[in-house]
Structures are given as structure tokens and as C-alpha cells.
């Protein structure tokens, strides 16, 4: 307790030093008079009492250190006087304080505004209780081309994994789909999950309001239903009495039970807009245990592991169902072979993030430490500038140690200046950029400035502080004492070890802005590659809505084929409307490389091929010239190809050449499932040009189309009793006048004929393109954002170096001068210096930009990393804006008057 109320008492006279240092004076002065009165006492005159009370109190001065020391922590008191000299040397130059500030909250603020996404999306841990313990089930199919990246299940999977493995606590399906919300309000469209009631207890998040339901509530198919905060929010104005009250999905009611907290989110879709408003129970109908629908890979599975059951051992369990599974194939599914996969939750959500995020932090990194290291500059600039300041401090006995501190301590003032003015900019652009981010990225909601990331923004901030004040510090402590002073601070040099320094720093600020020049290069390049494919259709003056019919009025196949009769009828007498058509599968819509499997007539598999996956479309109305898609042999679908009709398919040119190459497919066939199949030839009839179903930069699929009203027939024994077709899909609208203003029309017209439905969706073709661009965008928008701010830094470093070597050697200029070198050599000489280091900072940066290619190359498109035209150009580019920045220094230098000369001898 004593040593603890003597530390407070340290820290406190501190803050108090004037006070206490009066008080110091008021008792010595007290005292020397107490002895100056003894001695007269004694007889001695004044000034002989005086001489020697002082001879006998001691060394004054001595006495006050030991005080000091006494009462307080000699380091710690001359730390903040370091502190308080510094401040009153950083108002004294307002420009350099504010240039240093502002260049290090400009590198501090990109950091750790990319670190935050990082922080949000890959290393934050799930947010649910052990998220260690979560994992996803899912199958792999053996011979399939999907790259949807998550495995997939099917109904029957999730019972049969449910139901025979022994490794989870709780282990449950679900899968995501649009609801029409009715029966409060006007009707508008959610994003919704089915899911098993196990999910909820796998989560183990408890619910804000209400209770979650439970899988005897789901096996049940109890109508029930949990909100989102949001949607709670939003749509029923948070009402505290919303439990037990009635709702219409799909015009069925359902009995809200709970809502979920703020923060709830499943499943963790990439994208700001894919995130679920409801939960209601899956309720597989028999229907999904049947047919079609049981070799139909759409569904996911998670889980959680019972305690000590590593994910390796819950696959070989998983895996033992798996075969089991497939023992009970039907006959026509005995050639699929599907293997159990399980991956943590985690790794499943982040995996098509981490590449991107780990480049942009790469990137942003190497912004910083170009700021790093032009702060560097900046400070061992003015270290030299007071060098004899600093050798009359080292004359005068100053330890190295005291002035090393000094350095460190303006280093880390600037940095904390810029610390905080960078988490203003980091804060800032998280509310203005999240909704820019590609929605590639999960999470999104979970970025943003929490205490982990002002927690990385204040180690950054001592970090950059402690290594910028390395170099002048060094320089200080390295000042020769005898020759700043012989100097007297007029001129000379600031010695080669300084000049190599500030050079060094340069040409690395050189080399790293080259390697993100190079690489904003290269992006650019890709996204202009990527903007000039081809599609494979006419995206312009297109206008396209999602709709579903709700299963409760359109129970029936003719209902369904009414209303879409009367839709493509009524949008084609709207004034400007030239094609219209639906289909299930919209053009750079984001297909996810999956399909199903066909086998096409006489095509002899190689051994251990695998299964032959297309993309299957269903075709209502004039689809093809709605889209633009160019028909290059045979014909397009008419009123003929009909229900009951002959079956009929279009191919597109991939899957001609792939299966017929160098032949004509029309008139060949090709059907559904296995060899092992009973399905029903289709024959082809037309061959149309390939279509970007993703972006621009994907694959493109070999895909078949065919009419709505054929599918089920195509079918064959997947066709499940009862399948209804073309109950959703999108409606494609071409016009002669801007779609935007086709928009209200087309709502009146699905209005007119069914006044509760709404379209889920509705945007132009070329907003659908532009969004399938996206991601490559956002990445080349943001590395050259980096590149142009790590070029701009670097061009201020070669300048600051150039121009403060042109300061320093003013007097050599003169005298070069006026002994008879003319203005333009000076000129030459000092551009010749700047293009050395920029020459140097370029060789370096291009050795620099092959080692990273393999970082770079996964973002590539139609480039490669070692582009000569980009990188050559890059060099190009850096050298003349070297050259630019070292111009105003040289004919400053050019300009020197002669008689300086004079004047310094």
C-alpha cells in the first residue's frame, strides 16, 4: 500500500512541477537563511555567513536533482520533457508537421480500413458459441464440372445423414429462396431460408423474442415462422406483440414464433443483399424424396460436432453413409458416385475471399511503408538541417541515448497525429465504401472499427513512429561534432552516410510504387480484356424481372401456363416493346458452373471421362431475339414445339463442337441422366452462339435449351408426379426505347393480371452485366487507387531528396558557375541525379514484380504477369515522373547567382 500511494505520488508531481519546483526554491532559501543566522551568531559578518552557509548546506543545484529524483521517475520526467520541447519545435514548423501528419494518416487510414474487412470477414470467429465445432456436410460428385465452390446435398442426403451419422450434436439441411410477404401490408418480396429445425439448436444463437423451432416442429410441418431483426424492424415496426400473429409466404399462413437478434445472420451469403429476412421449417414434401428432385444437388447441410470428433473423423462417418447412399441408388442413379465432404464453417464462408483480401492488404501494406519511408526522409532532412544544433548539444555533453529518444519521440508524436487522423479517414470510408465492397466477400455487416482494429491502428501508429524515427536518430547520434562546428552551419556537405540513406529510401519508395504501378497495370489491361468479349448476347435496351408464382393459387400446370400467356401478351402490345420471353437462366446472372448431366447421341466417352454436365434452360416466348442471341444454324423455337410434340432442343456452338466437332448437330440427339437412364431423346433443331452465363471473364458452359413446355416430358423418370414448370423465371424485355422507362409499365401489366404479385426483382441487362463485372472492377479500381497514391509518395520522395540536395549544394553551384559552367549543364547534372535513383528504383521494382506475379495471377484476365507492354510502359512512366519531379530543383539550381561564390569566401 505504502509503495502504491508513493507511485501516485510520482506520477502526480509530474503534472505538478512548477508548483513543487516553487516550493523546492521557498525551502532551500529557507534553509541557507536558518544557517546564515547561525553564523552570524557566531560572529561573522553577512557575507561571511552567507559564503558560509552555502559551504555548509552544499551543492545547490545537487540537492535539488536528488529532490527530483526523489519524488518522482527521473526517465519518465525527462521523457515528457522531450515531449513538451518537441510539441514547441512541431509548432515552430507547421508545414512539415502537417505534410508528415497527413502522409502518415493518409498510409495508417488505408491500412487499417483494409485491415477492418479483413479483421470482419477472414479472422474474426464466427459468431456463434465454438464456432470451431461448426462444419458443413456436403456431397462431392464424382465426374460433375460444378465450381460453386460449397458442396451441395440432396433431400434424401440430408435424412439419410441426419438420421445414420453418430459424430454431430445437431446436424441439419437448408436452403435459400424468395417468399412472397403478404397480409399486413402490400405484398413484397424476402429473401428466406428453409431450414431443419436442427440448424437453430446447431447455432446455439437464442432468439431476441419468442423461441426458434424446434425438428419435431419441422418433421411436423408446423407453419412457423422466425423474423430477422431487420425485417422485424422494418416491415413491422418492431412490434413487442408481433409473436402468435399471422403472416402470408407464398399467400400460406404462418405463425411468427421468434424474432432473431440484431446481429443474426444464416446462412453467411457473400454480399450486403443475400442475407436471409426469415427462417421457416424445411418440410421436405414427399415430393423431394422422389425422382427428379433426389438426384437435384441444391441443398446445404451444417453441423456441430460433438466434443473430441475432429472434422476428419466426422468425414469418415459421413463418408460411411455416403456409401451407403449410394447402395440404395435407384437403377437409373447407379453410375453417380458421390463422396461426403466436411469442411469447417468457417473456411467454407471465407474461401472465395481470402485470395482478394490477402492482395489488397499486400497492396496497402506497401503504400504504408512507402509513407514509412518518405517520413523517414522527411525527419533525417531535418536532423541533418540541425546538425548544429545537435553538435553543440553532443560538445556540451548530451548523451547519445537522450538524443536518440528525442528523435524517437517526434517520430512517434508525428505518428500518433497521423494515427488518429487515419482512423477518421478509415472511419469514413467504411460508411462510405461498404457498399461498394464486390459481393464476392461474406460478412459484411461484421466490418468496421471495433476495439481488435483501433487496437491494430495503434500498434501500426508505434510501429511507423518507432522505424520513421530510426534513421534520424542514427544521423544524430552519428553528427561529427568538430566538423558541423568548423562549418559553422553555413554550408558542406551532410555527409555521404546521410546522402546514402535518403538515396536508399528513394529508390525502395521507387521500386515498390513501380511493382503497384505494374500490377494496376495489368488489372487495367484484364478489365479492359474482360470488356471486350463477347457476351454472346445484346445486353442494350434490355430490361429483365425475376418473378415466382406463389404454389397456392397456381397449383396447376394450365394456371401456370395461363398466367405466363397473359404476360408475354400483355408486355407485348406495351408501346416500344419489340421481343419478349422467359427463361429460367439469365445471362451473366451469376450461373455457378454446376448443370445437369446429358449424354449426347453416338459420343463415345474416354475412359474415366466422368459425367457430361450442360446447362439445361427452359424457353418461353421469343427468348432468343428479346436476348440478342444470334441463331447460327437450323431454327429457333415456335408454337409448335409444344407439349406433346416431338421433343426438341437448341445447343449452343460449345457443346456442338464438343460432342459433333467440325459436324452439323441439327437433327442429332441428345438426352437427359446416365447411359443407365430411361429418358426420352431430344433432337436438335438449332445451334446458337455461345453466352457469357457469368461474367464476362468465366467460363462459358456448354449448355441446351429447350421450351417450358417440354421439360417435364424431357424428364423422363426424374419427372416427379405433378411438376409444374415455368412457375418462376425471368422475364426478358427488348425495347426501342430506354428499359428504365419500360419499369411501371411492366409492374401494370403483372398487376393487371394478378394484383397481389410482385416482381422479386427487375433491372436492365446492362446492369446485370455490369454487376457480374464487379469484383474485377472493385479490384482494379482499388489497386490502382493504391498505385496512384504509392507513385504520388514517391515522386515527393525523389523531389524532397533532389530539392534538398540542390539547398545544400547551392555554394558548389555557384562556384561551377562562375567558373564558367553554363546553366544548362547544372541542369543536366541535377536531372541526371534524380534519373539514377529512379533508374535504380525501377530495375529493382521490376525483379520486385516477377517475384510477386504469383500472387497477381489469379486476378488476371488475357494478360500475363510478365506483360512486356505493361511492365515496359510502367517503367516509362515512373522514369518521366521522376524526371518531372527532379525538373523544379534543377532550374532552381540553374538559377543560382554566381556571386554566392563570392559572397561565401
Known amino acids: 500500500m505504502k509503495n502504491l500511494r508513493r507511485f501516485f505520488l510520482r506520477i502526480f508531481s509530474l503534472f505538478s512541477n512548477d508548483e513543487t519546483e516553487a516550493e523546492l526554491d521557498r525551502e532551500i532559501v529557507a534553509h541557507l537563511a536558518l544557517l546564515e ?75 487499417t480500413a483494409i485491415f477492418s474487412i479483413v479483421e470482419g470477414v477472414l479472422l474474426r470467429p464466427l459468431p ?17 464440372n460444378s465450381s460453386s465452390g460449397s458442396a451441395a446435398v440432396t433431400a434424401p442426403d440430408i435424412r439419410n445423414y441426419m438420421r445414420d451419422t453418430h459424430s454431430f450434436t445437431h446436424l441439419g439441411g437448408y436452403q435459400q429462396r424468395s417468399y412472397e410477404l403478404s397480409g399486413s401490408d402490400e405484398p413484397q418480396p424476402v429473401r428466406a431460408s428453409r431450414m431443419s429445425g436442427e440448424v437453430f439448436s446447431a447455432l446455439e444463437v437464442a432468439p431476441l423474442l419468442g423461441r ?115 447402395r440404395n441408388y435407384p437403377a437409373y442413379m447407379s453410375s453417380l458416385r458421390i463422396h461426403a465432404e466436411v469442411k469447417g464453417l468457417q473456411e467454407d464462408t471465407v474461401a472465395r475471399a481470402r485470395p482478394l483480401l490477402r492482395t489488397l492488404f499486400f497492396a496497402v501494406v506497401v503504400v504504408l511503408l512507402i509513407a514509412c519511408a518518405n517520413q523517414a526522409g522527411l525527419l533525417l532532412v531535418r536532423s541533418i538541417r540541425r546538425r548544429r544544433e545537435i553538435a553543440v548539444r553532443l560538445a556540451l555533453g548530451a548523451r547519445a541515448t537522450a538524443l536518440l529518444r528525442q528523435a524517437v519521440i517526434e517520430s512517434m508524436i508525428l505518428s500518433l497525429g497521423g494515427g488518429v487522423l487515419g482512423l477518421a479517414f478509415a472511419g469514413i470510408a467504411l460508411r462510405v465504401g461498404l457498399n461498394l465492397l464486390p459481393q464476392t466477400l461474406p460478412r459484411v455487416r461484421e466490418i468496421g472499427l471495433d476495439w481488435v482494429v483501433v487496437s491494430f491502428a495503434l500498434g501500426l501508429v508505434l510501429l511507423t513512429g518507432f522505424l520513421c524515427g530510426l534513421a534520424p536518430a542514427f544521423a544524430a547520434i552519428q553528427t561529427s561534432v568538430n566538423e558541423t562546428l568548423k562549418e559553422g552551419g553555413r554550408t558542406g556537405s551532410s555527409g555521404s552516410g546521410h546522402t546514402r540513406l535518403r538515396s536508399t529510401l528513394v529508390v525502395g519508395e521507387i521500386a515498390v510504387a513501380l511493382i503497384l504501378l505494374a500490377a494496376s497495370g495489368l488489372l487495367l489491361r484484364s478489365f479492359e480484356k474482360m470488356r471486350s468479349v463477347d457476351m454472346g448476347f445484346q445486353p442494350d435496351h434490355t430490361l429483365a424481372a425475376y418473378y415466382s408464382l406463389p404454389g397456392k393459387q397456381y397449383t396447376t400446370q394450365p394456371q401456370i401456363d395461363t398466367f405466363n400467356q397473359m404476360l408475354l401478351d400483355g408486355l407485348r402490345q406495351l408501346p416500344g416493346v419489340e421481343s419478349v420471353g422467359m427463361t429460367g437462366l439469365l445471362p451473366a446472372g451469376g450461373f455457378n458452373g454446376g448443370g445437369i448431366s446429358i449424354l449426347p447421341e453416338g459420343y463415345v466417352s474416354s475412359k474415366g471421362a466422368g459425367l457430361h454436365m450442360a446447362a439445361s434452360t427452359q424457353v418461353k416466348g421469343d427468348l432468343f431475339p428479346a436476348l440478342g442471341i444470334r441463331l447460327l444454324r437450323g431454327r429457333l423455337f415456335t408454337e409448335a414445339d409444344r407439349e406433346g410434340s416431338p421433343l426438341v432442343a437448341i445447343v449452343n456452338h460449345k457443346l456442338a463442337e464438343h460432342y459433333w466437332p467440325g459436324e452439323n448437330p441439327i437433327g442429332k440427339r441428345l438426352r437427359r441422366g446416365m447411359p443407365e437412364t430411361s429418358t426420352p431423346w431430344m433432337t436438335i433443331v438449332g445451334e446458337v452462339g455461345d453466352v457469357k452465363m457469368g461474367s464476362a471473364d468465366g467460363q462459358t458452359p456448354e449448355q441446351f435449351y429447350q421450351p417450358a413446355t417440354q421439360v417435364v416430358a424431357s424428364e423422363g423418370v426424374f419427372a416427379a408426379a405433378g411438376e409444374l414448370m415455368a412457375n418462376y423465371g425471368w422475364v426478358v424485355l427488348r425495347t426501342s426505347v430506354p428499359p428504365e422507362q ?32 464487379a469484383p474485377r472492377r472493385f479490384n482494379t479500381v482499388l489497386i490502382s487507387s493504391f498505385a496512384i497514391a504509392a507513385v504520388l509518395l514517391g515522386v515527393m520522395g525523389i523531389y524532397s531528396v533532389i530539392a534538398f540536395t540542390v539547398a545544400i549544394r547551392e555554394q558548389e553551384m555557384a562556384i561551377r558557375m562562375a567558373l564558367g559552367c553554363e546553366r544548362s549543364r547544372i541542369l543536366q547534372l541535377v536531372l541526371a541525379s534524380g534519373a539514377k535513383l529512379a533508374a535504380v528504383g525501377c530495375v529493382l521494382g521490376l525483379l520486385g514484380a516477377i517475384a510477386v506475379s504469383s500472387l497477381l495471377r489469379s486476378f488476371l484476365f488475357g494478360v500475363s504477369p510478365f506483360d512486356p507492354a505493361v511492365l515496359g510502359t510502367s517503367v516509362v512512366a515512373m522514369l518521366l515522373l521522376a524526371l518531372m519531379a527532379s525538373l523544379l530543383p534543377a532550374l532552381r539550381a540553374s538559377m543560382t547567382d554566381p556571386m554566392l561564390a563570392v559572397r561565401g569566401d
Open 742 to 773: 419500360m419499369e411501371n409499365s411492366m409492374r401494370a401489366v403483372v398487376q393487371k393480371i394478378d394484383p397481389q404479385l410482385a416482381f422479386i426483382k427487375m433491372k436492365t441487362l446492362d446492369a446485370v452485366v455490369s454487376d457480374s463485372e
Open 37 to 111: 543566522d547561525e553564523f552570524r551568531k557566531k560572529g561573522m559578518s553577512p557575507k561571511e555567513a552567507r559564503v558560509a552557509a552555502r559551504r555548509a548546506y552544499g551543492g545547490v543545484e545537487q540537492a535539488k536533482q536528488l529532490h527530483r529524483d526523489e519524488r518522482s521517475y527521473p526517465w519518465l520526467a525527462q521523457t515528457l520533457q522531450d515531449i513538451r520541447h518537441t510539441l514547441r519545435q512541431l509548432r515552430k514548423s507547421p508545414g512539415f508537421t502537417l505534410t508528415a501528419i497527413l502522409m502518415l494518416g493518409l498510409g495508417i487510414g488505408a491500412t
Open 212 to 326: 426458434v423451432f424446434t425438428q419435431q416442429e419441422d418433421d411436423q410441418h408446423q407453419p412457423f415462422v422466425v423474423l430477422s431483426y431487420s425485417l422485424w424492424q422494418g416491415r413491422f415496426h418492431g412490434d413487442a406483440k408481433i409473436l402468435g400473429s399471422k403472416i402470408l409466404l407464398n399467400r400460406n399462413p404462418y405463425i411468427v414464433i421468434g424474432v432473431m437478434p440484431r446481429d443474426f445472420e444464416f446462412p453467411l451469403s457473400p454480399g450486403l443483399g443475400y442475407q436471409s429476412e426469415l427462417w421457416v421449417p424445411m418440410s421436405p414434401d414427399p415430393g423431394e424424396f422422389l425422382a427428379g428432385a433426389a438426384a437435384s444437388w441444391n441443398l446445404r447441410m451444417v453441423g456441430r460436432l460433438k466434443p473430441g470428433v475432429t472434422p476428419e473423423q466426422a468425414q469418415s462417418d459421413a463418408q460411411r453413409v455416403a456409401i451407403e447412399t449410394m
Open 128 to 144: 456463434f458459441p465454438e464456432p470451431g465445432r461448426l462444419v458443413t456436410l456436403g456431397d462431392v460428385l464424382e465426374g460433375s
